[in-house]
C-alpha cells in the first residue's frame, strides 16, 4: 500500500529535528501541504519554500487547539519540547518547566489532534526514557525494556509524555513513538560544539573510566527518514500504531573515539593521554558542584556528567527496521564529518583537512 501525504503539521518545526523533519517530507512529497508550529519563528535551521508558519506556544491548549483546528493535518508530528542544557541537565531546577513544556505540551496536542480529526500522530521520544537512569550499563538494550521509576527530568517528562501519546492510540487516531539516541548534524548545538569546547580547555587529554564505553549516535536526517516512514505507516498499514521504537545509526562507537574523530576533523590530536578513575573523578565532579553552589556560576562537570560519560548506551534497531523498514542512509563515519563541517562552517573557519585540499 502505497502512502500518499497531503497534509502535515510539525510542531517545534523550527527546531533541529523539527526543521530535518519537514525537509525529509518535502523531499519525498514535494506536493504535501507542510504547517510547522513553534514558538520560534524560523530562523537557524533552513526550512523548505512554501511551509506555512504558525507561532504558538504548545502550553497554552487555546493556541495549540486554534492551530490544529485551523490546519486539520491527517498527520501530526509532535517534535516539539524543550532539552535542558548540560549544566541542568542532572539537577532539579527546571523540573516544573521541563515537565510543563514536554507534558503538558504534549497533552494539549493530543487533545487538539483528537478533536481535529488527526489519523496519525508521531512522538518524538528519546532514548533517554530508559537511558536517563544511569544506575547501570544499558547495552543493546530494546523496547520491551522498562521505564525507570526515576531517573533525570528530561528522561522522566519523556517518558510520561510516551506513555500518554501511546495510551491515546485508538481506531481513529493511531499513534506511535520514536526514539533518536544522542543526535549530531547540521544545527546542532550541543554535542559537537560541547565536545569541540575541550580543546580550547585543555580537556583532550583526560579520559574518565576506561574509555571503551559505547554509545548511540544518530545523524539528525536518519532521524528525519524514521519520522516519514512513521507516518506512511500510520496512514497505511498501521504497523506501528501503539509501538515505541528505538531509532539510531546502529553503528555504537566508544564515546572517547566519537571525540576523537570530532578532534581530528578540526586538526587537534591530544599531546597524551591521562585515565582518571571513575570514582575520583565522581569525587571531583561533587567538588566542582559545591564550588559551583558558592559561587551561583554553571559548571560542566558535575557527578552526573561523570556517570554519563561513563555510561553504556545503545539499543537494537531491529524493531524499527521491520516495522518501518528503516535503516541509516548516513553512516557513523560521513554523520561526524559532516557534523564538524557544518560546525565549521558556522565558527567561520575552515577544517585543516579542507584547506589541504584547496592547496591541492
Known sequence: MAADLKNVLISGGTGFVGSANARALAEKYPDCTITIIDLNPPRQHALPDGITFIRVDITSAEEVYDAIMKVKPDILIHTAGIVPALSERFGRRLERLVWKINVEGTKNMLEAAKQAGVKGFIYTSTCCVITDNMDSPLPNIDE?????????????????????????????????????????????????????????????????????????????????????????????????????MFIQNNEPITFRDFCLAIWDHFGHIPPFELYIPEGLAYIVGLVSECMTWMTRTATTLSRGSVRDACSVRYASGEKAKQILGYEARVGIEDAIRLSCEDYARRLGIELPSKAKQHKE
Not at 517528562?157 to 544522542?182: D, I
Not at 516512514?229 to 504497523?239: G, I, P, V
Request: charged share 20%.
Open 144 to 244: 520491551k525494556w522498562p521505564t525507570p521509576r526515576s531517573s533525570l527530568i528530561y528522561g522522566e517528562s519523556k517518558a510520561a509524555a510516551e506513555a500518554m501519546v501511546l495510551e491515546a492510540c485508538s481506531k481513529t487516531l493511531a499513534t506511535c513513538s520514536l526514539r533518536p539516541s544522542v543526535l549530531c548534524g547540521p544545527g546542532d548545538y550541543q554535542l559537537v560544539p560541547a565536545i569541540h569546547a575541550c580543546i580550547e580547555k585543555w580537556e583532550t587529554p583526560f579520559v574518565i573510566g576506561d574509555g571503551f564505553n559505547l554509545w548511540d549516535v544518530t545523524y539528525v536526517t536518519n532521524i528525519a527518514d524514521a519520522h516519514v516512514l512513521a507516518a506512511e505507516n500510520l496512514m497505511t498499514s498501521k504497523t506501528a500504531a501503539g509501538e515505541a
